[in-house]
């Protein structure tokens, strides 16, 4: 009996592999929740099963809304018609639409694309109704003027992306077979079909999937949404006592901060060159650079280096560093706290100019004086041979970390970027925010060894940021100028940063971290850059670096509706799935009444 069953089945694979063609090469749009709503995509628990359509033009539309005569359809789309217009049209008209399916270019669209909003974070920082009101929402500056909003719309069915190679070809192939109309005439079956699987546990809002989370009426209860959460890395410049938690007396901290994380409109194609990439690699350099310098002439005061993650939703790990300073929770607390420079994007200079960003209504309170840090700054500056800009006072601070800290206590504080008002950056949390919109690339000749150490023209412009950076915070903690103008970042560090965070990870550096994950890599690559190694063969390194929790307090309160603190969760999915196969006038019955579905149109 078990060598019939291991027959059949064998025989019944096979016969699969013969109908089915699988897409290996896919990425999902997948389901996220806050304390309101849910967005994202998602299919039905079985799949979604559509007859391709190639989406030639927008006008094309249609036929996949109305005229079409084999509904549902699976709509493939190429990058230029990957717009707000299409999408909203075809979500509209959802009872005709299985699913989606965006071919991924090969290279970067020339027009820029943003699927997040025009204003990031903007109920969660610090303009308010109760604080600059006039500044809040964006009512002055537009910061990403390019946003669509597509990555906070709910769709009802599954949105993949899809690379442009073989895979693709055999697609569009398929359907110039099967599927085109020709000379007005509808196709005849069979039909050229693609089945998507991208199904999600959780529904409704954050407050709804926790609740079901608590449900333990079963042995293994299922788990059907996570909050959002990492860990924020950190690193001071001299040794703080992390277990005694709270406020240090005679202690005082500069705060250098950057961001980790960074989005897209899918799961896990998320490169955040620009808006991520280029802050925390300069700060990761301007840390090396400082090393000497801290241990042989230590300034008055420590310099904490800060790496949030989760700042894309609504400020997670600054949040929750600021809510664990307020309650004894961290190593210093926010009276600990003397200023705070933090680094957002600066990979896109345009002119050699960075612009310094500081919020006007702190520095009207007397306790506030950031003149001495944009002074420090500015001197770097000078040195390097950058020209920095000074923001005016009729303008907010960016979105960034440093508005968490201003929520709860007055910091002199500044926010260096490469924009004066509107992001620079044109492709803002998407996928095309990549290695190719920094211009980070390589001569045809070199080995991926000899990229790994190619300076490039990307990577000497941060290490001039870099550069300022570190002698502004050397200058800002108490040090001598004498000794901050001998500190330099290293270019080939910065190379050797950029190739292996945008280009390929698995490389002889980054294996030396013996760590895949990426936040443990970045904890291992700043103990590298800052610490001091402790035996000659250099395998041990005696670091201050530590990871604090980067989640949320909405959810150690288990206040899910909250105003306050980010509420984002992610709901848990099945295996993610895409096959073709050619769809019969049987099995296209079968489909539709097999789920609930009316035919459409009397052929059937």
């Known amino acids: 009996m078990g060598f019939f069953v291991l027959l059949a089945s064998v025989i019944c694979n096979s016969v699969e592999k013969k109908i089915y063609v699988n897409l290996n090469n896919t990425v999902p749009c997948v389901r996220l929740l806050n304390a309101t709503h849910q967005i994202g995509c998602q299919s039905s628990l079985s799949g979604n099963v559509g007859v391709v359509h190639v989406l030639e033009s927008e006008e094309n539309l249609e036929w996949v809304l109305s005229s079409g005569p084999h509904p549902p359809y699976v709509v493939i789309l190429d990058s230029p018609l990957f717009t707000r217009s299409v999408m909203m049209k075809l979500k509209n008209g959802s009872r005709r639409v299985a699913g989606i399916a965006v071919v991924a270019p090969n290279a970067n669209p020339p027009e820029g694309f943003s699927p997040h909003t025009t204003c990031p974070n903007e109920n969660t920082g610090v303009y308010s109704e109760d604080y600059d009101p006039i500044f809040a929402h964006c009512n002055i500056t537009v910061w990403n003027p390019l946003g669509n909003g597509l990555s906070y719309e709910?769709?009802?069915f599954p949105i993949f992306s899809l690379k442009d190679d073989n895979e693709t070809q055999v697609i569009r192939q398929c359907y110039l077979d099967h599927n085109r109309a020709a000379n007005g005439t509808a196709p005849q079956y069979p039909l050229c079909a693609i089945e998507l699987f991208s199904h999600m546990s959780a529904v409704t809002d954050t407050a709804t999937c926790m609740r079901r989370n608590d449900i333990n009426f079963s042995i293994s209860p299922e788990i059907v949404c996570d909050p959002l959460g990492d860990y924020n890395v950190w690193a001071s410049t001299?040794?703080?006592?992390?277990?005694?938690?709270?406020h240090k007396m005679w202690?005082?901290?500069?705060?250098a901060a950057a961001r980790l994380d960074s989005r897209s409109f899918f799961f896990d194609i998320a490169p955040g060159a620009e808006s991520g990439v280029s802050g925390f690699i300069t700060l990761l350099a301007a840390a090396h650079a400082l090393r000497n310098a801290t241990q042989q002439a230590p300034p008055n005061r420590t310099i904490l280096y800060t790496?949030?993650?989760?700042?894309?939703?609504?400020?997670?790990?600054?949040?929750?560093?600021?809510?664990?300073?307020?309650?004894?929770?961290?190593?210093v607390d926010l009276n600990n706290v003397h200023s705070f420079l933090e680094i957002g994007q600066v990979g896109l200079r345009s002119d050699s100019k960075l612009w310094l960003h500081s919020d006007q209504l702190s520095r009207k309170n007397t306790s506030v004086n950031d003149e001495k840090l944009i002074e420090n700054l500015q001197s770097a500056a000078g040195r390097v041979g950058i020209s920095v800009g000074e923001v005016g006072f009729s303008q907010p601070l960016p979105p960034?970390?440093?508005?968490?800290f201003l929520r709860a206590k007055p910091i002199p504080g500044v926010?260096?970027?490469?924009?004066?008002?509107?992001?620079?950056?044109?492709?803002y949390a998407s996928m095309y925010d990549n290695a190719e919109y920094l211009n980070v690339s390589y001569p045809s000749n070199l080995t991926l060894e000899e990229q790994l150490e190619w300076v490039t023209d990307t990577a000497q412009a941060l290490t001039e940021v870099a550069t300022i950076v570190a002698q502004a915070l050397y200058k800002q903690a108490g040090g001598q100028d004498v000794e901050a103008r001998g500190i330099t970042a290293d270019p080939k560090m910065v190379a050797r940063m950029l190739y292996s965070f945008l280009i390929r990870s698995n490389n002889s550096w980054f294996q030396q971290l013996h760590s895949s994950e990426p936040t443990l890599l970045v904890q291992y690559l700043l103990a590298n850059?800052?610490?001091s190694t402790v035996n000659r063969e250099g395998f041990c390194t005696r670091s201050t670096v530590r990871l604090s929790k980067a989640l949320s307090p909405a959810f150690e309160l288990r206040d899910y509706t909250s105003k306050e603190y980010s509420t984002w969760t992610e709901s848990r999915w099945k295996p993610f799935k895409g096959r073709i196969f050619l769809l019969s006038l049987f099995s296209k019955a079968d489909?539709?009444?097999?789920?609930?579905?009316?035919?459409?149109?009397?052929?059937?």
Do not use: C
């Open 415 to 427: 926010v260096i970027e490469d924009h004066q008002s509107a992001f620079t950056n044109r492709f």
């Open 529 to 531: 850059l800052t610490g």
């Open 154 to 156: 709910e769709f009802d």
């Open 238 to 246: 001299r040794p703080l006592n992390n277990t005694a938690k709270g």
């Open 307 to 331: 790496l949030f993650q989760g700042e894309t939703f609504d400020y997670i790990g600054s949040s929750r560093m600021v809510y664990d300073m307020q309650n004894n929770q961290f190593a």
């Open 251 to 255: 202690e005082s901290v500069v705060i």
């Open 591 to 604: 489909m539709l009444f097999s789920s609930g579905r009316e035919p459409t149109n009397a052929t059937y």
């Open 400 to 404: 960034s970390s440093f508005q968490r």
